[in-house]
């Protein structure tokens, strides 16, 4: 099978070395090639100039336009999939022991869409979240549009919006016809969002609504998506780098209790 993973990425970093992935610059329409092995995701059919507001969801949409190839999907610079032990991990680095061709080409045998483990809320559902430390009307909007586009929807609206738990960051491995059909879905709904939105005056935090909400109906399509018979994998996720556990907490406490909205990324 081939498969083709994109590396999302802003900055120059070290990648995995598996031949699978492919480093892929976003946004780089409004950027200065980062050179090397790099792609670029304003070449072909693209939608590079969207990036502060869609994020690595312009990769995605390169991905999906550009890419000749059986099964494809989406990491990031610092953040991947593995089925490696965290021992393994901790002796070899994340890198050594990203998700390898041959391990995603075996689960891809016996699954149509490998995701990342969930992650878990416990005190919040996605959208409580979401509204708490973003701006609930967003989700609100998808959901009036999905009703108005895609009306068998709701029901898994509802589900995924009441969940505790999520698959995010927008990784998954699928199958061709599974993250097409995905894909067609997502940036309708999205597209149709964008035009009647005005983000002008908002941060250039908060202008990547997009890609935030994106998280979201990624656990909607899913939900239906398996229902109608589809396999999904959970595989483990896997941090390049470490991450503040602390300060994260501490901020998503905050936006629950006393009304602190996010303005920056952690």
């Not at 070899?92 to 075996?106: F, R």
Request: proline letters at 3%.
């Amino acid at each position: 099978m081939n498969i083709k993973v994109i590396v999302a990425a802003h900055k120059p970093y070290e990648m995995p070395e598996d031949e699978m992935y492919v480093p892929l610059q976003v946004g780089a329409e409004d950027h200065l090639s980062l050179g090397g092995n790099f792609y670029r995701d304003n070449t072909g059919e693209n939608i590079s100039r969207k990036n502060p507001y869609f994020c690595e969801l312009t990769g995605l949409y390169w991905a999906w336009k550009n890419l000749d190839c059986d099964a494809y999907g989406l990491v990031h610079y610092r953040r991947g999939l593995t089925v490696k032990s965290k021992r393994s991990i901790k002796k070899y680095g994340p890198l050594k022991n990203s998700l390898t061709y041959e391990e995603a080409d075996g689960l891809l045998c016996k699954c149509d869409m490998i995701v990342p483990t969930k992650r878990k809320y416990y005190i919040e559902s996605l959208y409580s979240h979401y509204s708490h430390t973003l701006d609930g009307s967003h989700l609100d909007m998808a959901k009036e549009i999905i009703g108005e586009k895609y009306p068998e929807y709701l029901p898994y609206v509802d589900r995924a919006y009441g969940q505790t738990w999520g698959y995010m960051f927008n990784m998954f491995i699928a199958k061709k016809t599974y993250g097409d059909a995905y894909l067609q879905w997502l940036f309708d709904i999205l597209f149709e969002m964008e035009n009647r939105m005005d983000v002008s005056k908002l941060t250039d935090f908060h202008k990547r609504l997009f890609g935030r909400v994106s998280e979201i109906l990624f656990n909607v399509w899913i939900l239906k998506s398996i229902e109608e018979g589809m396999v999904v994998k959970e595989v483990s996720y896997l941090a390049i780098e470490e991450e503040d556990m602390l300060k994260k907490g501490i901020a998503f406490l905050k936006a629950k209790f006393f009304g602190k909205k996010y303005e920056a990324s952690f």
